[in-house]
């Protein structure tokens, strides 16, 4: 494999927002015991550079599992400013939540924190969006403090990267970056980021303490957007 020269891994970490493409995307969600659905996926640059991504996950009508966050890159570095969770799926708790983050300091008065905490803490969009960023800059292995949408709390997360990986779609057959990602007291992540689609993860799977696994998969090219 070529190395890149000293200069342009040196360039290559002044990464901002427009160094990314906006996408609408489809992917079909796999759960080990009720089946097949569909989640919508929105990743957008908006005009101040800020970046708003979300996603909608509808098991069924009447159900939905949402979040709304909004994003900023300042260098190889993603920030988490504001994001909104909600998920009306009977048994999810905690149902609906809203996390503030400004400089330092990490809010929510759903989930009862109010934390000080000198490492930056992402939610978990912003965390697929420090992953790619990090791909994208051959950074391999790291740590992030993500906020679980299942339990609710900040964790520490230990990313590796295990190697490249060929992924079959329904619409082709991608070289992917494979990504493990683990937490105490947690299942094993496993993502796959591919590179020729602007480093958009389009396979990931969670293999949970039971022993089940859950997954997630790109269902269609995604749709990307015009500056």
Same mark, same amino acid.
């Given at each position: 494999m ?7 891994k ?7 927002? *427009?160094d990314?493409?906006?996408w609408?995307? +489809? ?8 089946? @097949? ?27 939905? /599992? =949402?979040q709304?966050? =909004? ?12 994001? *909104?969770?909600? @998920? ?7 149902s /609906? ?19 000080? +905490? ?7 969009? $912003? ?23 299942? +339990?609710?709390?900040?964790? +520490?997360?230990? /990313?590796?990267?295990? $190697? ?7 619409f082709? =057959? ?16 496993? /993502?796959?980021?591919?590179? %020729? ?9 969670? *293999?949970?303490?039971? $022993? %089940? ?15």
């Open positions: 070529m190395k890149k020269p000293f200069f342009l040196i360039i290559s970490f002044f990464i901002s927002a *427009e990314f493409k906006s609408k995307a +489809e992917f079909t969600f796999s759960h080990h015991e009720f089946g @097949n659905f569909n989640m919508e996926r929105d990743f957008i640059i908006e005009p101040d550079d800020k970046i708003s991504s979300s996603f909608v996950l509808r098991p069924l009508i009447v159900f939905k /599992y =949402s709304n966050s =909004s994003l900023s890159i300042d260098g190889g570095s993603v920030s988490s400013i504001l994001t *909104e969770v909600k @998920n009306n799926v009977p048994g999810a708790d905690p /609906y939540f809203k996390v503030q983050f400004e400089n330092n300091l990490t809010t929510s008065k759903e989930l009862n924190f109010r934390i000080e +905490e000198n490492r930056p803490i992402l939610d978990q969009l $912003g965390s697929d969006l420090q992953m790619r960023v990090n791909a994208k800059n051959d950074i391999k292995n790291f740590k992030l403090l993500v906020i679980d949408n299942d +339990e609710g709390d900040v964790v +520490e997360r230990s /990313y590796k990267t295990l $190697g490249t990986e060929i992924v079959q779609t329904d082709g =057959s991608f070289e992917c970056i494979k990504i493990s990602a683990t937490a105490l007291d947690a299942g094993k992540i496993i /993502y796959f980021i591919s590179p %020729e689609l602007d480093f958009i993860i389009i396979k990931s799977f969670v *293999e949970l303490r039971s $022993g %089940e696994v859950n997954s997630l998969i790109l269902k269609d090219m995604p749709k990307f957007l015009a500056k």
